[in-house]
């Protein structure tokens, strides 16, 4: 990460073993955040993304739950069990009210259903970059107001 006015840039991992729903990921990311300010690194399953956790500083990881290799959940609970506190959405088709509630109760922070809606994108950024130091990275910054997350 390098530094620039006194901030360092946001880093975001995304993690999915769909190329197309990496770069749709990324455009959407783009068009939410500024883009001087963040850094976006990939990863197409989760051994891929445990080994870029091990070499990189992220700050939110955008995580798919079907893929090859290591799924999302069990990414997940590999990144909690070696004490890591990174923010992790899960970025998903199974988004049921089970699912989501087992998302949280591995440690996952949010769930979003695919395909991407940039709204609730917005709002789950929103929420996780305003409990941090990356306010000034939002292009909308008027966006961060104190709202309840729906799986807090």
């Known amino acids: 990460m390098t530094v ?3 901030c360092r840039e946001l880093s975001i991992l995304i993690v999915d073993d769909n190329p197309i729903n990496i770069l749709i990921m ?9 883009k001087k300010r ?19 500083q992220f700050d939110i990881i955008l995580l798919d739950i079907d893929m090859p290799l290591l799924n999302g959940m069990d990414t997940t609970k590999c990144l909690r069990k070696n ?24 440690g996952m922070n949010d769930c979003l259903s695919k395909p ?23 292009t909308r910054p008027e966006l961060l107001i104190s709202s309840p997350s729906k799986l807090d």
């Open 38 to 56: 963040l850094e976006i690194k990939e990863a197409s399953n989760g051994v891929e993304a445990l080994e870029l956790v091990k070499h990189f």
């Open 26 to 34: 990324k455009k959407s990311l783009y068009k939410l955040l500024n």
């Open 4 to 6: 620039q006015n006194n």
């Open 83 to 106: 004490g890591q506190t990174i923010p992790i959405i899960a970025v998903t088709t199974n988004d049921s009210i089970e699912s989501r509630n087992t998302y949280i109760q591995i």
């Open 116 to 138: 991407i809606d940039l709204c609730l994108l917005e709002q789950a950024l929103t929420l996780l970059l305003s409990k941090s130091a990356f306010r000034d990275v939002l």
